[in-house]
């Protein structure tokens, strides 16, 4: 593409003149562009050289400006107002396009990670930031457009954030993987599970109310030390262990559903536990969203809808059922 023949004089000192025509003083223009004064005196000399007239009128008294000058400097100052709207309005459409999400690394690559590329397949124009935390308190709500953090439902919402849960219920069920059942035999009991399996265990306070404690309950058992055990701070590396068949974990039904439907994990028990917390979509306060905001969120809380439409009830078993410890 061919350069246009303009005659345009150089962009620099355009802004130093209507610098120094704004305050009538090159000292002051100098202090605002972090320029000397000599070099703004020079750059306007350069300017009137290049238009082949004087600008200002130089007194003793300080600066004027000359018809010229002041046609220019109203010229300048009415082109440049223009460029600063449409600057702004580029800067907005750019805004409108991004969005900054804070989750879990758990979430972020359990979950996220297989459902983000069918967002962005439907919105191609759209870009996405992950900013990976484990708690929302970790982070200023300045930082990001959205979050996507369990949270318990008996708490109050965190400081700031307006809450929207991505399900309407959650379920906590065990998995591993089909290569485990394959070198292990399927689990038959709780008893046999916590005799003769590994349960992979997290610790850390994060997660301090997805317990085997709370699973064992919740299906009529007591629990106590399981003969073998993997336990680690890190539920993301957990679960990875269970995809490669170390063990049996517990998890979220929701997370999990790409997991379950590809094969890669399946249930090892048929009860299933309502979750005490949820995951929620936390959105800031006070804040106009942009157009990638209010995509994303219709969006997975769509997901979430069709999700919940799909979700059986939690199972509990009846009086004698197999699952309880003898």
């Known amino acids: ?25 090159f000292t002051q223009a100098a202090h605002e562009l972090n320029l000397t ?3 703004v005196s020079r750059q306007v000399k350069r300017l009137e050289e290049d238009l082949a007239r004087p600008l200002f009128y130089r007194l003793a008294q300080g600066l004027s400006l000359t018809p010229a000058g002041v046609r220019y400097f109203r ?15 580029l800067r907005r459409r750019g805004a409108d396009r991004q969005l900054t999400l804070a989750s879990t690394p758990t979430i972020s690559s359990i979950w996220l990670a297989g459902l983000l590329p069918q967002f962005q397949r439907e919105h191609p124009d759209l870009d996405i930031r992950i900013l990976c935390s484990e708690s929302p308190s970790h982070l200023d709500v300045s930082e990001y457009d959205l979050g ?7 708490l109050p919402a965190p400081h700031g ?12 069920i065990t998995v591993c993987s089909p290569g485990y059942v394959e070198r292990h035999g399927p689990i038959r009991d ?39 055990a993997l336990r680690t701070n890190s539920y993301q590396l957990l679960m990875q262990s269970a995809v490669m068949g170390h063990g049996v974990a517990l998890g ?37 969203p ?10 997975l809380l769509a997901h979430g809808g069709r999700m919940n439409s799909h979700e059986p009830e939690p199972t509990h078993p009846p009086a004698g059922n197999p699952l309880a410890v003898r």
């Open 290 to 299: 942009p157009l990638a905001v209010r995509s994303f969120r219709q969006w």
């Open 190 to 228: 709780l008893q046999h599970l916590l005799h003769a399996h590994t349960l992979l265990i997290v610790e850390d306070h994060y997660h301090d109310w997805l317990t085997w404690t709370d699973w064992f309950a919740d299906a009529g058992a007591d629990y106590y030390t399981p003969r073998h």
């Open 75 to 89: 010229t300048i100052q009415r082109l440049l107002r223009e460029l600063d709207r449409e600057s702004a309005e």
């Open 37 to 39: 004064q000599s070099a």
């Open 252 to 288: 979220w039904k929701s997370l999990l559903e790409d997991d379950l439907a590809s094969g890669r994990l399946q249930m090892a028990l048929p009860h299933t536990m309502h979750s005490r917390g949820r995951l929620h979509l936390m959105q800031p306060h006070h804040r106009n």
């Open 1 to 25: 593409m061919s350069r246009r023949n303009v005659d345009l004089p150089p962009l620099n000192c355009l802004q130093t003149f209507e610098a120094a025509a704004r305050h009538l003083s």
């Open 148 to 154: 996507l953090f369990y949270h318990l439902d008996d």
């Open 161 to 172: 954030l307006e809450l929207s849960p991505v399900f309407d219920s959650e379920q906590v």
